[in-house]
């Protein structure tokens, strides 16, 4: 099992800033392709960013490439989402999530059952 927590969330005026963290506890952090997924009311779940397990491939959905930054630290066994630039569509809860770094994770990074495990998810809420 892996246990996931985020944080990190909050209230931000459009343009602004902010810097989500999802720290991994249970497995060797290493083995694991790390994303962060967003969920806005009444939408479904989208895929915001991955990392794979050794950190040497990052993927982005179109709408926050070059705004968003995804990294990790094994160290401290988290994973982080830098955002710049946000936008009120930016306002949704935003999931951590984990999924074993293998060949059918680097096929698909974005697809949600290539997690098995999440977190509760941090509300990002981004005011015009």
């Known amino acids: 099992q892996v246990q996931l927590a985020e944080s990190g969330g909050g209230l931000v005026q459009a343009g602004g800033s902010l810097r989500l963290a999802c720290a991994a506890s249970g497995r060797t952090f290493s083995d694991y392709g790390m994303a962060w997924f967003r969920q806005a009311p009444g939408e479904e779940r989208e895929f915001v960013a991955a990392?794979?397990?050794?950190?040497?491939?990052?993927y982005y959905e179109d709408s926050v490439k070059g705004r968003f930054f995804i990294s990790r630290e094994g160290a401290r066994s988290t994973t982080y989402l830098q955002m710049n630039f946000l936008k009120p569509e930016d306002t949704a809860v935003y999931y951590c999530?984990?999924?074993?770094?293998?060949?059918?994770?680097?096929?698909?990074?974005?697809?949600?059952?290539?997690?098995?495990?999440w977190g509760q998810g941090t509300q990002v809420t981004v005011s015009s």
């Open positions: 990392i794979s397990g050794g950190g040497g491939n990052t």
């Open positions: 999530a984990a999924g074993y770094s293998n060949n059918a994770w680097f096929r698909a990074p974005s697809r949600v059952d290539r997690y098995p495990y």
